[in-house]
């Protein structure tokens, strides 16, 4: 009797402990285990292209000096704003003060070179000119009646003799005072010397004007001042950039982004742009160009954006994040892209919840972005799916679907 009421309580135990192993771990062995699953979902759908970058101009103006001399002053700041015209350095320029007073100088003394000539040379010249004809003249007519007295034996051959070099002499004086007084006129030798010596003067002035003009360092463009490497006191020289302006006018966003996406943009497309450091402010921008070539380093290719209203914070430099807008679904059926394998193939496929087994599903995807792929064919939306992740679970295997938070 206490035999058999023993073997009835190992009996209950053994049932009890059968018992609580069945509740404990029963379901995940007949229902399979609890799996977080995704739904495929119906809604508009935007493809994009997400990308990094920063702010430019269309280009920049390097500001730099063409002598070599030491900076007196400076006169803007970066980030200061300028207009095309207003002066930006100053350089020390007293040596070229004096150089340019010098020249100055000698072109007024040309001028009165010139003057002098007009005034008083060419009228001496022609009066001069004048008196030679008077004289020569005379000489002449006494040289006639010399040989007429000669003839008749009234003088010597001597006294024919005299008259015949003074005759001569007047001759030669009055050619002598007709070169002079040609070239003293307006289109004569004399003058075109004091003229090409009144122009060089005058060049020697632009000259030195010129130089003196580059002591002051004057803004082309109107801009925004973005770098300043200068200080008064510095030694300049050329061929330094001593400023870089970033010109008003249009702005560009310029982003890098991976060769793979390079098949879906073209210039045109719209994309929405955010400066980090607001990035709950969003404004559009156009693509206007995409780099022909391809880094090989990186694998990457250049993309540059207008921005045709900037907000007034941009700034030159700011990092900006994009959004390029390639494509746009109106009630596409949608599947996470956590949940399809084989995704870059040609032949990707989900585990779809049938009951209560996972069932691999063949699907076609069309758009993809933001974590999410358009299904052309193959799944509905509420269906459930099952992510990648959840390596446990295989085709046909049972399992207990669970809504992802």
Not at 218 to 229: H, K, L
Request: charged fraction near 20%; glycine fraction near 6%; proline fraction near 5%.
């Amino acid at each position: 009797m206490v035999g058999m009421m023993s073997r009835n309580r190992t009996a209950i135990i053994a049932v009890a402990v059968i018992l609580m192993f069945a509740t404990l771990v029963g379901p995940g062995l007949v229902l399979g285990p609890q799996i977080d699953v995704e739904t495929v979902v119906q809604q508009d759908f935007v493809q994009s292209v997400v990308a990094t970058g920063r702010v430019e101009t269309p280009h920049r103006a390097s500001i730099g000096v063409r002598l070599t001399g030491v900076v007196q002053h400076v006169l803007i700041n970066e980030g200061e704003f300028v207009a095309a015209g207003d002066t930006l350095i100053e350089v020390e320029s007293a040596e070229l003060r004096a150089a340019l007073d010098q020249a100055q100088r000698a072109e007024r003394a040309a001028v009165a070179r010139v003057r002098e000539m007009r005034e008083v040379q060419s009228p001496s010249a022609a009066a001069a000119l004048q008196q030679a004809q008077v004289t020569y003249n005379g000489a002449r007519d006494a040289l006639r009646r010399s040989q007429s007295l000669f003839a008749a034996g009234a003088i010597s051959a001597s006294a024919l003799e005299d008259a015949q070099r003074t005759e001569q002499i007047a001759e030669a004086r009055l050619r002598s005072a007709e070169q002079q007084a040609a070239s003293a006129q307006p289109s004569g030798s004399a003058a075109a010397e004091m003229l090409a010596t009144l122009e060089q003067a005058q060049a020697g002035v632009r000259a030195a004007r010129a130089r003196l003009a580059y002591a002051t360092v004057v803004a082309p463009i109107t801009g925004t001042v973005i770098t300043r490497d200068v200080e008064p006191g510095d030694v300049v020289q050329p061929g330094r950039t001593v400023m870089e302006l970033s010109p008003k006018g249009e702005t560009q966003l310029v982003v890098v982004i991976d060769e793979k996406q390079l098949r879906l943009l073209k210039p045109g497309l719209t994309a929405l742009a955010s400066a980090d450091a607001y990035p709950d402010d969003r404004f559009t921008a156009h693509v206007v160009s995409i780099s022909p070539s391809v880094d090989a380093q990186r694998g990457t290719v250049t993309v540059k954006l207008d921005v045709a209203s900037p907000p007034a914070y941009l700034k030159q430099d700011m990092t900006v994040s994009v959004d390029i807008e390639i494509a746009r679904k109106t009630d596409a059926v949608l599947v996470p892209t956590s949940a399809v394998h084989d995704l870059d193939t040609a032949s990707p496929w989900v585990l779809k919840v049938v009951g209560r087994r996972a069932q691999r599903q063949s699907v076609t995807l069309g758009l993809r972005s933001d974590g999410l792929c358009e299904v052309l064919s193959g799944l509905n939306a509420g269906d459930q799916v099952v992510p990648v992740a959840a390596s446990s679970v295989a085709n046909q295997s049972r399992l207990r679907p669970v809504q992802a938070p």
